[in-house]
């Protein structure tokens, strides 16, 4: 077990600053410990433990949503038995993975990146850090800001308003903010919401509650999965455990590819497909096309995965039910519905997402002007016009999010290394295409996506500016380092140094 200490002494200036102990922060301190042996650096985050994500939520069942090995690092094999993994699990593998390269003497925690400001003469940013526990404020530096802060609002999740809510007498708990104290054993329970969220919670709950109801105002695509792979498991058992995590990892990043084009090419194929699945897995007569068949197409949004079915067995063991209504308000003792009929509850679980917020809310400026990030435009998806040595990661919401944060990582460090052969002190890619055109990050349905797009760096409509959701197609734009967006500056100087050919 990796010990972190928040009274060791804190640096005064390192080659790259990482803001986040998560999964994107750690792979990348894991990329920078190999690929750039002779550079400093270190890891910062806010809270107190690593993990991000999956430290700070604690509600029932909480797991991955997309397997291991291709959610794991490509670096290092996921060696678990569970492909779909509990949160534990993957806290436990990246301890170890701190553990093995020696992280915790890189890593605060309890420090959060308030401002960050470049000057580009000294090709260098001022960072202000506040410490967690007094409050305090102050001030490191950096060459090179990579944000691995993920696109979710730590601070507060997502809940409408409910008309009412004041009114209902028993508990209403967001799963961003769960309570150690909860009880919810012989309870009636609803949780609100037809997620991701509300399918890991529903079988969790469902063990010990007296009944729960998901109420959804619409269905979602929820498919099951096993929650171990007999193929990983049988290579594991008969080759090198690296080499079985390399052909497992490929099987599952082509499978995973294959059924996202499959949806969008053939979608009515795809939902006829899932209906069937759906139909075998739950009970004789249940209303399927009632709650389980959306009004979009299949990858319109993130599908929902229930490992082994563990959903589709909770309701058809009568212990989870499904209502697809909208909610009128909430009375004492539960919730009424525009059909009429009242959903009794003696806790609700509002499953109704989160908030999105770019780089944590840092706020960044160069050379004394503030960036507005909504008005950038996104660099291959990794770096942010007119914002110098700065990097960011938004994972794939086709695919597992480890995946576009390694790309973005190995990127990173080949970018360190070209700037050192060639003596240049900064890089800033700068739009200069007047064809281009503007488009949101991310254009996808999901609510929350919706809800806090506008908030990010656009998208360009060609040339580096795209933002792809393919692993594949990033793994070879991503190769090239130089092209004419990236302007480049030498040491000591705040202009840009002439460009050398495009080079691997």
Known sequence: MSTFSNDKAVFEHVDVLVVGAGLTGIGMGCHLTTKQPGRTFAIVDARD??????????????????????????????????????????????????????????????????????????????????????????????????????????????????????????????????????????????????????????????????????????????????????????????????????????????????????????????????RRVNVRALPEGFEVDTHFNPAYNPWDQRMCVVPDGDMFRAISAGCASVVTDKIVRFTESGILLESGRELEADLIITATGLNMVPIGRMQLSVDGEAVVLNESVCYKSVMVSGVPNFAFVVGYVNNAWTLKAELAADYVCRLLAHMDRHGYASVTPVVADPALTFHPLIEMQSGYLRRGMHLFPQRGSHGPWTAVQSYHQDRKRLRTIEDSALHFTEVGRGIPASRPQAEA
């Open 49 to 274: 433990a690593i993990g991000g994500t999956w430290d700070l939520f604690r509600y029932p069942g909480i797991r991955s949503d997309a397997d291991l090995h291709t959610f794991g690092f490509g670096f290092r094999p996921w060696t678990g038995d569970n492909a779909i993994a509990d949160a534990h699990e993957i806290l436990a593998y990246l301890d170890e993975t701190i553990e093995e390269y020696d992280l915790a003497q890189h890593t605060y925690l309890g420090l959060k990146v308030l401002a960050a400001e470049f000057c580009s003469e000294k090709a260098r940013w001022t960072v202000t850090l506040q410490r967690m526990r007094d409050g305090s404020r102050f001030q490191v530096s950096c060459g090179v800001l990579f944000s691995a802060a993920g696109y979710f609002d730590y601070d507060q999740g997502y809940t409408p308003e409910f008309e009412g809510r004041e009114k209902f007498q028993g508990r209403v708990v967001h799963p961003q903010h769960w309570p150690e104290d909860l009880d919810y054993a012989g309870k009636k329970v609803v949780v609100i919401g037809s997620g991701a969220t509300a399918a890991t919670l529903i079988p969790a709950m469902a063990k010990t509650a007296g009944h729960v109801t998901m109420l959804q105002r619409s269905p979602s695509y929820i498919i099951p999965v096993p929650r171990q792979d007999p193929i990983a498991n049988k290579l594991r058992d008969l080759l090198p455990a690296g080499l079985a995590y390399k052909i497992t990892r490929t099987i599952n990043i082509n499978r995973q590819r294959l059924l996202y084009r499959t949806s969008q090419k053939f979608p009515k194929q795809m939902r006829a497909l899932i």
